[in-house]
Every structure is written in C-alpha cells, then in structure tokens.
C-alpha cells in the first residue's frame, strides 16, 4: 500500500440518475479504508444548490416520463460528437461545462485536495478544462460508470481514465489520448457486493424487481407478468426508487396480497441482491454491475436506448445476463432462472470472470500510486 498521509481526495459526480453518485460513495468507501480523506460533490452544486436540482429533475423527468425521447436525443448526442471529433470541434456540452466550471475551481483553491475523481461527464470536462488553463495542479482521474463510450466522453482528458472494461482503450487512443493515463478496473461499487457474494440473506425474496434510482421503465407490466411465480415464502420485491407516484400506486393496487413487496428507494442494495433467487431491471452501468458482483441471475427488461443498451448488449454477449423484449420472454427467462440450477450457475460464473467486485479497491490503491510517482501532488498551490 502507498503512503498515504495526509492525502485528501474529492469525488465529483452529479445526480442524473443514482449510478453516478453510488459510483462516487464506493470510491469515497474504497479510498477510506486505505486511510485518505474522500468525501462526494456534487459538480454542479457550487454554480447553486437551485441549478444543480434542475439539472437533476429535468434528468429525471425525461427518463421517466418519455424514455424515448431520451433514446432520441441520445443518438444525436452520438452523432454530434461522432462529426466534432472527426473534426476537432468543441462540442456544446463541453462549452457548457466550461461555463460551469468557474465555482468549481474557486472549490478546488479553498480544498486543496491532491486528487479529484470524477464519476460524471460533467465533472470530467470541467476538471479537464480547468487543468489546460492553470486551475488545477492535483491528479485528475476520470472513472467510467458504463460499459460504453458515451457521447462526448472523448473530450475527458484527465491524467487518469479508469474504463469501465477491455476493449474501449481504442476509442480514446484514436481520439489522441496518451495509453499510459488509462487504465482498465472495471466499475466501482460498494465492497458490500463482494462481502455477501454467494450468502442469501434468507428475505424470502425470489424475484427482485428493480426501476433503477428513479423507478422507470413499465414496471406494471413487469410485476403483472411476475407475480404468478411468487408466493409468500419467496415475495417478488418491486424497488420503486425516487418515483413515489408508481410505489404508491403498486402498494394501493396489491394491497394485502402477501406474495408482494413494493419499496421506495433502498440503502442495502447489494444485501437485496443476495436475498434474491433473480434480479430483473434495467441495465444501467452500477445496478449491472452490482449484480454481477454478488453473483445472481439478471433478466434485462426495458433498458432506456443508449449506455443501458449498449450495456445490455454487452451483457448479454458474454452470457452475464439475459434480455426480455416481451413479456412471454420476460416470464420464460424468469421461470428458466429460477428453477434452472445449471443455467444460474453458467450465468454467475461469467459474472465473476468479466466483472471485478473490487474494483473501487484497485482504482484506490492506483490513484495512491499515481499521487506517490509525483512526489507531493497536491491541488493548486497558488
């Protein structure tokens, strides 16, 4: 272990859906344990605590209620960004970050940390923009919270670029970045997943139902399609996240029947995921991730278009997962899973050989060797 004393490090993210924030905490939880002081920030919060919460609702609001629009916008984002680095253009979310990242760095002189890890695009280009001119003189680590390149995300240049798994070292090297800042972890989560890998917890759980931190996609359909597989010995759990509207509409609708369980949002997670026989969700990069750290069945069911279905494919290419595009093969993949102990086994054991559960550990102790390698580090001085 390197020396440590002293080291202070902060981790920027911001909160467009909870991937980006757990991300930040199992760094925050990883770094701890090594004995740095780490602490979670948000990016936008020093422009205001108002601007943050819009970002943040806007967000939500699109993924919740029109999904597809964000799948829309999302290809445009690829394309836009696709053209500009063919061309060497500055794209207009990197121009906007930089209109963000003034606060940012008058935060980073008041802090001085040695190091910043950022979990978000954001937070990436504002910490890339503020080291080309003089405003941060630390160690900057980018850390990637899904399994693709997204749009724009070529235009991080920090001294770290964490990936998130083999294979997309390319897309940077071809877009200029030096191989020797990148290294490859896999996606930070909480060393929880891997303390209970292999322990069900005995909930009673046999199915969980996950909408990811903002409860979207059709989960009625989802708990329609389920519910039949349950009973009260082994409960379908439906985690609704931040949409109470949808948790408070399930709970009215099942009231009383036994074989169900709907929840708001959770903090144990990855203790929900071992008391489970099946997960079923979304894909996005850190719930993916969380189950395959702890090691049980996933069935994909309707992933937002974009980084959740290009984790999917992903997922799905190296038998970590399976997809339902319909409910008659949401139910088939559901009963195989279940009662199939060869086909849940073959599907853990690619988890555990694709997926690093301490991979928050591992970027921790780099980070560490990073700051060590440069002498004092530290933030900016002057």
């Known amino acids: 272990m390197m020396e440590n004393t002293m080291r202070k490090v902060l981790v920027l993210t911001t909160s467009t859906g909870g991937g980006h924030n757990a991300a930040a905490r199992a760094l925050v939880e990883a770094l701890g344990t090594r004995g740095v002081q780490a602490r979670v920030q948000d990016c936008m919060a020093p422009v205001g605590k108002r601007f943050s919460r819009g970002v943040s609702r806007a967000y939500v609001s699109l993924v919740q209620r029109r999904p597809d629009m964000f799948g829309r916008v999302y290809r445009l984002g690829r394309c836009v960004s696709d053209w500009e680095a063919r061309r060497g253009i500055t794209s207009p979310v990197y121009l906007f970050n930089v209109g963000c990242s003034g606060r940012l760095r008058a935060l980073l002189q008041r802090e001085q940390p040695d190091a910043v890890l950022c979990t978000h695009l ?53 877009r200029g970045v030096d191989l020797t800042r990148i290294r490859c972890f896999g996606i930070p989560v909480s060393p929880a997943c891997e303390a209970v890998r292999g322990i069900e917890s005995g909930s009673g759980c046999g199915i969980l139902l996950l909408g990811g931190s903002m409860g979207a996609g059709d989960l009625p359909t989802a708990v329609e399609t389920l519910l039949p597989l349950a009973h009260p010995a082994r409960r379908l759990q439906v985690v609704c996240g931040s949409n109470a509207a949808l948790r408070d509409a399930l709970s009215a609708r099942y009231a009383g029947d036994d074989r169900i369980e709907v929840l708001g949002q959770v903090d144990d997670m990855p203790r929900r995921i071992a008391g489970s026989r099946v997960v079923v969700g979304k894909s996005g990069g850190l719930v993916s991730t969380e189950v395959c750290a702890v090691g049980r069945p996933f069935v994909i069911w309707q992933p937002i278009e974009g980084c959740e279905t290009a984790n999917a494919a992903w997922l799905v290419k190296n038998d970590m997962a399976v997809w339902a595009r319909d409910p008659q093969e949401l139910y088939g993949h559901a009963v195989s899973l279940l009662w199939d102990e060869d086909a849940r086994w073959d599907m853990v054991c690619q988890q555990r050989r694709y997926v690093n559960a301490h991979a928050a550990l591992d970027i921790a102790d780099d980070v560490l060797q990073a700051l060590s390698e440069r002498g004092k580090g530290g933030g900016d001085r002057g």
């Open 122 to 174: 954001y937070a990436g280009q504002m910490m890339t923009h503020l080291q080309r001119h003089g405003g941060f003189g630390g160690l900057s680590a980018f850390v990637m919270t899904d399994y693709t390149v997204i749009p724009f995300q070529e235009e991080v240049c920090c001294d770290r670029i964490y990936l998130s798994r083999p294979g997309l070292e390319k897309d940077y090297v071809s």
